[in-house]
C-alpha cells in the first residue's frame, strides 16, 4: 500500500515539474520557430537567421566570454584563497570569515552592483570624486562601466558558491599526504601546489563550471554596470531584444536564449558528473583525521588585514554606500559640508511614490507566499528523492536540477511565451510560477541534505500504526525537518524578494517588483531614491531571515 501511495506521490510530483521546468523550454523552442507572441505555431527560421547574421553578435559573443571566464576564473581563485586561510592556516578569527564568506548571497545582486556604480561611475562616483580632488585630476581615473569593472563585481558576488564547494574539500583533505611531502622535504608552497591542488581539483573545476553558469545567467552586473558603458553581453542583449524599439521580439530573444540555455544545461550536468565522481578523490579514511594547520607566522598578521578588507569590500561598503547616498542631496564626496546637507527627502519621495509601494508589497507577496510554496514543493521532491530510490525518483531527481541552469532571462521568455493565451498572463500570478520554478533547487538542496538525517524505520512504524503519508510527514517528518525548512525557506524567500532576471521579462504595469523599479531608477540615475528604496529591500530581506529563525526555533522539537 505505501508503495502504491509512494508511486502516486512521485508521479504527481513528475508532473508538476514537468510544467514548471519542461514547458517553459518547450514553449521557448517553438517561440524561437514562430513569428511573433500571436503567432504560435506560424513556423519560421527568420528569427535565427535575424540573431546569427547580426554583425554586432560577435563583440557581444567576445564580451559575454571575457566576462563569464573572467568573473568565474576571479571568483574561484578568491574562494581558493579564502578556503585556505579558513580551513589550513592559523589566521585568527576564522569562525567569522566562514559566516562573512557565505553572506552575500542575502545582499541582492542589483543592489551590490549600483553600490560600485554609486563609488566608481566616471561621471560623479563617490571614489572617483574624491581621487580628482585628491590629484587635481581633470578626468575619472576609474570607470566601473567596462569590462573589467563588471568581472570585479560579478566575482565578488559569486564568491560564496565557490566558496561553499571548494571549502569542505579543502577541510576534509588527509593530513597524511602532506606530511609526506614535508619529509621529502617539501616546504608549505611546493606542497600546497604539487599535493593540495592537484587533489583538490574536481572541487575547484566544479566550483569554476558553476560559477560559469551564474555568471552566464547574470543580469543584475551587465545591465547596471555594462549597459551604461555600450558594454553589451547575451543576456542585456535579450533585453534591449524585448525592451528597446516600438515592437518586442520576443521571436528572437527566445531564438538568442536557445544558444544560453543549451551552454547552461549542458555545464550543469558536467558539474553534476565531476561532483559525483568526486568519490574516488576521498582521502580522510579514519575517525583519528585532523587537518595540518599551516603556521602563517611573519605573513599573518598582512593576510589577516587582506582578509578583513574583502570582508569590508562585500559586506559593510555596500551598505554604506546606500546608505549615505539615500541621505545627501546628489552624490558627493563625504565631508562636512555633506553631512551637513543630509535629510529625509528621497526617502520621503520614495515611501509617497505609488510605485515603489506597490513594487514592495508585490515583493514582499511573491517572497512570502512564494517561499512558502516552493518549500512545501521541496519538501515532497526531496522526500521522493532520498527515500523512495527508483528510476521514476531518479527522473525526479534530474527534473528538479534542470532548473538549476535557467538564465533567469531565458526562462523568462519561455513562460512569456507559455502564459501569452492563459489568463495567468501579465499578472503577479506568472511571476509567482516562474520563481517557484527557477529557484526550486535551493529549497531542494537543503531538504535532501536534512532527510538523510531522519531513519527510515520512524516512517515505517508510522505505516504500521495505519498513519497516511500525510499523517507521518505532518506528524513525525516535518517537525524533525524544521532547521532543513527554515534554510530553504530563508533562502527562497529572500531570492524571491532581491530577483530581477526573471522579473524584467513577465513584470508588467501592476506587477512591479523592488529589483524591476530599482533598475528603473538606476536607468534614469536617480541615485538618492535608489538607495533609500535598496535600504528598505535589504531591511525587508533581514526581517524574514530572522522572522523565519525565530518562528523555526519555536517549533524546533525539544531532545530529551
Not at 617539501?186 to 575547484?204: D, E, M, Q, S
Not at 517572497?367 to 527515500?387: D, E, N, Q, R
Not at 531527481?397 to 492563459?422: C, D, N, R, Y
Request: hydrophobic share 55%.
Amino acid at each position: 500500500m505505501a508503495k502504491v501511495r509512494h508511486t502516486n506521490l512521485t508521479y504527481l510530483l513528475i508532473g508538476i515539474l514537468a510544467l514548471l521546468t519542461l514547458a517553459p523550454i518547450v514553449m521557448l523552442v517553438i517561440g524561437s520557430f514562430s513569428e511573433g507572441l500571436r503567432n504560435v505555431g506560424k513556423f519560421t527560421f527568420e528569427k535565427y537567421i535575424s540573431v546569427y547574421s547580426d554583425p554586432g553578435l560577435v563583440d557581444i559573443l567576445g564580451n559575454t566570454v571575457m566576462f563569464v571566464v573572467g568573473a568565474a576564473l576571479f571568483s574561484t581563485i578568491l574562494a581558493l584563497f579564502l578556503a585556505y586561510l579558513n580551513n589550513r592556516t592559523n589566521i585568527p578569527w576564522k569562525f567569522s570569515f566562514k559566516v562573512l564568506s557565505v553572506v552575500p548571497m542575502m545582499i541582492p545582486h542589483v543592489l551590490f552592483s549600483v553600490s560600485w556604480a554609486l563609488l566608481l561611475n566616471p561621471s560623479n562616483g563617490i571614489l572617483n570624486l574624491w581621487l580628482q580632488q585628491l590629484f587635481n585630476l581633470s578626468n575619472a581615473p576609474l570607470n566601473i562601466y567596462s569590462i573589467p569593472g563588471m568581472i570585479l563585481v560579478e566575482g565578488l558576488l559569486d564568491l560564496p558558491i565557490a566558496y561553499l564547494i571548494i571549502s569542505p574539500a579543502m577541510a576534509s583533505f588527509d593530513v597524511s599526504l602532506e606530511e609526506s611531502s614535508k619529509v621529502f622535504g617539501g616546504g608549505n608552497l611546493k606542497t600546497l601546489f604539487k599535493i593540495t591542488l592537484p587533489v583538490l581539483r574536481p572541487a575547484i573545476l566544479a566550483a569554476f563550471i558553476l560559477c560559469v553558469v551564474r555568471c552566464l545567467a547574470s543580469f543584475a552586473v551587465p545591465s547596471v554596470l555594462g549597459m551604461p558603458g555600450r558594454v553589451y553581453v547575451l543576456s542585456t542583449y535579450i533585453y534591449r531584444t524585448v525592451n528597446t524599439g516600438f515592437i518586442a521580439d520576443y521571436g528572437k530573444a527566445a531564438a538568442i536564449g536557445m544558444s544560453i540555455l543549451v551552454v547552461s544545461i549542458s555545464l550543469i550536468y558536467v558539474y553534476r558528473y565531476m561532483t559525483r565522481s568526486s568519490e574516488k578523490y576521498v582521502t580522510v579514511s579514519s575517525r583519528g583525521f585532523k587537518p595540518v594547520v599551516i603556521e602563517l607566522k611573519k605573513a599573518k598578521i598582512p593576510l589577516f588585514i587582506v582578509v578583513v578588507l574583502i570582508s569590508f569590500i562585500l559586506i559593510v561598503l555596500p551598505v554604506l554606500v546606500l546608505l549615505y547616498t539615500s541621505l545627501v542631496p546628489y552624490s558627493m564626496v563625504p565631508s562636512a559640508k555633506a553631512f551637513s546637507m543630509m535629510d529625509l527627502n528621497h526617502w520621503k519621495t520614495v515611501l509617497a511614490d505609488p510605485i515603489s509601494l506597490l513594487s514592495l508589497k508585490n515583493s514582499l507577496f511573491l517572497g512570502v507566499v512564494g517561499a512558502t510554496l516552493g518549500t512545501l514543493l521541496s519538501l515532497f521532491i526531496a522526500y521522493v528523492i532520498v527515500k523512495v530510490k527508483t528510476r521514476t525518483a531518479g527522473i525526479l531527481e534530474a527534473l528538479s536540477f534542470l532548473s538549476f541552469s535557467f538564465p533567469g532571462i531565458v526562462i523568462g521568455i519561455g513562460f512569456m511565451w507559455f502564459f501569452i493565451k492563459t489568463p495567468l498572463y501579465a499578472t503577479i500570478w506568472a511571476l509567482l510560477i516562474g520563481y517557484v520554478a527557477t529557484y526550486l533547487p535551493y529549497g531542494i538542496r537543503p531538504m535532501t541534505s536534512a532527510f538523510v538525517q531522519i531513519h527510515s524505520h520512524l516512517e515505517e512504524s508510522s505505516a504500521v500504526c495505519g498513519a497516511s503519508l500525510l499523517t507521518t510527514m505532518r506528524r513525525i517528518v516535518i517537525p524533525l525537518l524544521v532547521p532543513g525548512i527554515v534554510s530553504g525557506w530563508v533562502l527562497m524567500a529572500t531570492m524571491f524578494l532581491r530577483e530581477l532576471s526573471l522579473s524584467v521579462v513577465l513584470s508588467r504595469p501592476g506587477t512591479e517588483v523592488l529589483a524591476v523599479q530599482i533598475l528603473r531608477f538606476s536607468e534614469d540615475g536617480l541615485w538618492g531614491r535608489l538607495s533609500a528604496l535598496g535600504i528598505i529591500m535589504i531591511f525587508f530581506s533581514t526581517l524574514l531571515v530572522i522572522l523565519a529563525n525565530i518562528l523555526g526555533n519555536r517549533f524546533k522539537p525539544a531532545h530529551d
